[in-house]
């Protein structure tokens, strides 16, 4: 199974991708992880993944192509962990998720001569993303020891903005911890607000808080978007005390 993560929106290049795939094995099982992350969001895509790997059956093959640096000189990683293999470019994407899973390999994928400076999701990922499939993790490139870090930051209870869904939620990487009431610093500004265990249970045009489905606290309205009222960006700091 090859499980596709990218900043393309349903675009011509999602199913471009496809396309490479199943001429190369007509039989190929793709899912759609998420082609909705933020143009170039690297924070985005590298919570979505640390989120989402672990429901899908072992062996699956994640490619994940949000490339803010395609066509430069950064590298294209093959990684195999002990449970499941991961194509992307090498800017940090995969850290998060690797940082917690039983490493075994990393092959640095060639980029080859005639590659599209612009559509390394065709002419480099995706194909490597069906040689894995075929057993051919090995033959991608020669071993690796460096990957690119970025890690999502916390500390105590200072966290970050890691994604804007399509809600206008504001999801954090902050976890809650019991309370009816928080204070949200976010820049210069504070709020007050409620928590509460489901959406209906705020009233209208309230912000308040929540608990996503991966267990940390999102900042929600009712029926409407969060943050068309804070205007807030992936990758700000937040405190939830």
């Given at each position: ?174 976890p809650s911890t019991g309370r009816k009431t928080y204070s949200v610093r976010i820049s210069d500004k504070e709020y007050r607000l409620a928590y509460y265990t489901i959406y209906s249970a ?11 489905s991966n267990r940390t606290l999102e900042i929600s309205l009712k029926n409407a978007s969060a943050n068309d009222k804070l205007r807030l960006k992936t990758g700000q700091k937040i405190e939830?005390?």
């Amino acid at each position: 199974m090859i499980a596709l993560l990218t900043d393309f929106g349903w675009s011509e290049y999602v199913g471009v991708m496809k396309a490479v795939i199943y001429s190369i094995n007509p039989k190929a099982i793709i899912v759609d992880l998420c082609h909705s992350i933020s143009p170039q969001n690297i924070i985005e895509a590298s919570w979505v993944l640390k989120n989402s790997y672990k429901y899908f059956p072992m062996g699956s093959t994640f490619c994940c192509v949000v490339d803010p640096g395609v066509g430069t000189d950064r590298k294209a990683l093959a990684v195999k962990t002990d449970k499941y293999y991961f194509v992307a470019p090498d800017n940090g994407l995969l850290w998060e998720t690797l940082d917690e899973q039983n490493m075994f390999a990393v092959r640095r994928i060639p980029i080859p001569k005639d590659a599209s400076r612009t559509f390394h999701g065709r002419d480099v990922f995706a194909k490597a993303s069906v040689k894995i499939e075929q057993g051919e993790f090995d033959g991608l490139g020669p071993e690796t020891q460096q990957i690119e870090r970025l890690e999502l930051y916390q500390n105590g209870r200072e966290g970050m903005i890691v994604r804007i869904d399509r809600f206008g939620n504001v999801v954090t990487n902050l976890p809650s911890t019991g309370r009816k009431t928080y204070s949200v610093r976010i820049s210069d500004k504070e709020y007050r607000l409620a928590y509460y265990t489901i959406y209906s249970a705020a009233k209208d045009n309230e912000l308040f808080l929540i608990e996503g489905s991966n267990r940390t606290l999102e900042i929600s309205l009712k029926n409407a978007s969060a943050n068309d009222k804070l205007r807030l960006k992936t990758g700000q700091k937040i405190e939830i005390v």
